[in-house]
């Protein structure tokens, strides 16, 4: 079972830990906690129609504030699992990862509202995101289910997903099954799409590029083309007849060129 790294948390782990763990110890505070839950809970019936469109990427900070075990084992799983991707990927996709797990899932979640329409808080969204697509790239790898059964990853996915499955299906429990369905389901959609959208976005930017280049050409061609056939002239005279010697259009054509020059 993968642990960690030797080295340190990444930056992106790292900031999402303090983040986690210093909303946890607002949402214990009398008063304050019980605000956190009311404006940042995600409700699929406050969304939409709601409009109250923050609670989908706020409701993964909030965690269970009458028992720790919630925050802990979602934090335990974001550094066992996270480390090695966000070394692997880079902090900011990593993070972009997060939470678009995270608010993937709750668009799922918005499903909900024909099972109850549930206040819904916590990080398992994106953590079985995460767990996911680690399984994807570490099939092999080996975990505790329940802290119990050795089993590779990629088959403690299948198992969570089947859980996950079925709870949503009979609407048991109070745990937003949906939820962490859905973080399979954006990371499956994830590992599917990423190559092929990320090529078109280089494609995209090379047209873009490509075309602005060419503009740039066609616009420098232009403009010796009228300093050639405008300007140039304009100076040779002054150069042989003198300033006095122009006339009312080549001072004005001549005054709007050096204007133009002077403010880039």
Known sequence: MNLGSRYGLPKGIRALL????????????????????VLGALKPSLVFPGAQIWRLCTYMFLHNSMSPWHIIFNMLALWMFGVELEQMWGTKRFVYFYFLGG???ALVSLLMIKLGDPYIIGASGAILAILTVYAYHFPERRILIFFLFPVPVR?????????????????TGGIAHLTHLGGIIVAILYLRYYNKVTAWDTHRRAVKAERTMRHCAETKIQKD?????????????ISEQGMSSLTDKEKKELKRVSDKERDQ
């Not at 303090?18 to 605000?35: A, D, H, S, T």
């Not at 088959?155 to 609407?171: E, K, P």
């Open 18 to 37: 303090i983040i986690n763990v210093g909303i946890y110890i607002l949402q214990v505070l009398p008063r304050i906690g019980m605000w956190c839950f």
């Open 103 to 105: 608010i993937g899932s």
């Open 225 to 237: 083309r009228y300093f050639e056939e405008v300007i140039d002239p304009i100076l040779k005279k």
């Open 155 to 171: 088959i403690a996915v299948i198992l969570f997903g089947a859980i996950s499955l079925l709870g949503a299906w009979q609407s």
